[in-house]
T-cell receptor, first 112, second 113 residues
């Protein structure tokens, strides 16, 4: 049972474009939604996270938009750069369960 | 530096052998996790542990075993019963509170030869 569905599986944009990655969840007990960035051969690293009491959070060029009623959240990367090329994972946790549930990841390629 | 150390970075296993992947953390985190990563499959949870001497199966525990004898250490053994062990293995740790960020190691790439 996949509790966090992530799309698209892969995404190619030109430098300066705004890639958008979407995630949807089913478990209404989820109350923490982080995004992780992973470069080839490395472990994932936390990029940005949001709780459902806010609808948007920005950190630098990265923005999370959150729609609690739709149980969806998305990552936007403003002015994307070739160095942003990586795999991005959304995740969720909440309730009495301390472990994260991950989406399947999105491979982002930003062309120069 | 604080963090999670996985070793070795690359590991080769012959058919029928058991191998053990090391994971050590000095973040004083209570929870530790093992994930398997295959292309297009995302991060699949193998085992996780909240306290010493206690651990739970994740989504794909068959063919794997773990121990948690010390808070800092959570080794994973890939047994000969694991039919397709070639993958990238990631160890992570976290606190067990709210807003729990998981910190990952750099991974071990296991190849069966």
């Amino acid at each position: 049972q996949q509790q966090v569905k992530q799309s698209p599986q892969s995404l190619i944009v030109q430098k300066g474009g705004i890639p958008i990655i979407n995630c949807a969840y089913e478990n209404t007990a989820f109350d923490y939604f982080p995004w992780y960035q992973q470069f080839p051969g490395k472990g994932p690293a936390l990029l940005i996270a949001i709780r459902p009491d806010v609808s948007e959070k920005k950190e630098g060029r990265f923005t999370i938009s959150f729609n609690k009623s739709a149980k969806q959240f998305s990552l936007h990367i403003m002015d994307s750069q070739p160095g942003d090329s990586a795999t991005y994972f959304c995740a969720a946790k909440g309730g009495s369960n301390y472990k994260l549930t991950f989406g399947k990841g999105t491979l982002l390629t930003v062309n120069p | 530096d604080g963090g999670i150390t996985q070793s070795p970075k690359y590991l080769f296993r012959k058919e029928g052998q058991n191998v053990t992947l090391s994971c050590e953390q000095n973040l004083n985190h209570d929870a530790m996790y093992w994930y398997r990563q295959d292309p297009g499959q995302g991060l699949r949870l193998i085992y996780y542990s909240q306290i010493v001497n206690d651990f739970q199966k994740g989504d794909i525990a068959e063919g794997y075993s773990v121990s948690r004898e010390k808070k800092e250490s959570f080794p994973l053994t890939v047994t000969s019963a694991q039919k397709n062990p070639t993958a990238f293995y990631l160890c992570a740790s976290s606190t067990t509170g709210m807003n729990t960020e998981a910190f990952f190691g750099q991974g071990t790439r296991l190849t069966v030869v």
